[in-house]
């Protein structure tokens, strides 16, 4: 039988199982529109972008704000020295051995298909660890090493890093702003008030600082992602239930409100598309507010309809809640790869794009149960523990949700 217990976040474990997987959707697509990816498709269109819409605003933010509980459950149980030091390892590890092993694969494919480059991987590798930064085209040089897909590790480091100074300097007085946080999130606030600061940020900084993941100058990005991780912080700091119960109440009308929104990105986006510049700018700002709009509106439907629905453990939660990191890992390169492997058969892109979902889900779980039993590959993939598969990890997976 399920496991209600009413302190236990579940269904955010369950959102964030559900938002990685989205990924692989989502990078998969990459594939095959107009936006910029590492490789593209010889069928590259704009066919799928509405599609991509109904997850690109949110799905990110919503990781990040997931990814706040966690560490504020976290920091429940450990001090703050000790909290770093988890996180650290946790997150930094993964990130060293993925720049080294796992995303380079993706940047010599990119190099060959964009660049023509003929050498071996063997000498690429060579390149890649030299620093090399010759690889350019109109102007834009490709950055060596890199992170690729992992920013997302990265800033959530960095985030963590800041959450603990936060908590160092502040001590208990968090708690109260926590708690007068959380009064205030009520009725029209919970809804305006996120809406506002996640506006105020596309507004005045998105025209100058788009979103690049170069840490140091990603201004956008971190003005939109670190609140969002601070608020699931602050949430994850609460005994009680109250505000994801609220966003339950929410969750038709969020839902409603993001897919009416999206909507009327979608009709911006046509209607612009031949418009000259000039006669845009009007627009842009109004613009920019509807999609904040978006973001929040989705995020809030997505928490309440899994409060509503998904507050319970079972093995499978278990199971995929350890899964998840690895697959993150390992999926974008093993979409490239594919793709790449897979361009001179000139398959139709639906059927292509099937495959290339179903081959990157196989590698990834084959991959996932492969490293989980060789310890040094457990710490690279961020698995933690040292209990092997087949051991009954129930009591210890149920006492930590929400990991993230």
Known sequence: MPNTHPSRLYFLD??????????????????????DFHIKSPFASDAIEPLMMLSSPWRLGLLFLVSGVAAAYLMKKLTTAAFLRQRSARLLLPLVFGMLVVVPPQSYCEVVEKLGYSGSYLDFMKLYLARYHGFCKEGACLDLPTWNHLWFVTYLWVYTLLLGAMAAAFGPRLQAVSDRLCKALTGWKLVALPVAALALARVTLFGSYPSTHNLVVDWYNHAQYLPLFLLGALLGMQQERAVWQRMEGMRFVSLGVALGCWSMLIAYYALTENMNPADIMPLIQAQRVVY???????????LGFGHRHLQFDSAKRRYLSQAVFPVYIVHQTLIIVFAHLMQPARMQPAKEGLLLVLLTLTFSFAIFEAVRRVPLLRACFGIHGTQQPGADTSRAASAQPVAA
């Open 14 to 35: 369950w959102i964030r199982i559900c938002a990685f997987f989205l990924l692989i959707l989502y990078h998969t697509g990459m594939y095959y529109v107009t936006w």
């Open 292 to 302: 904040a709009l978006v973001q929040w509106s989705a995020m809030l439907a997505v």
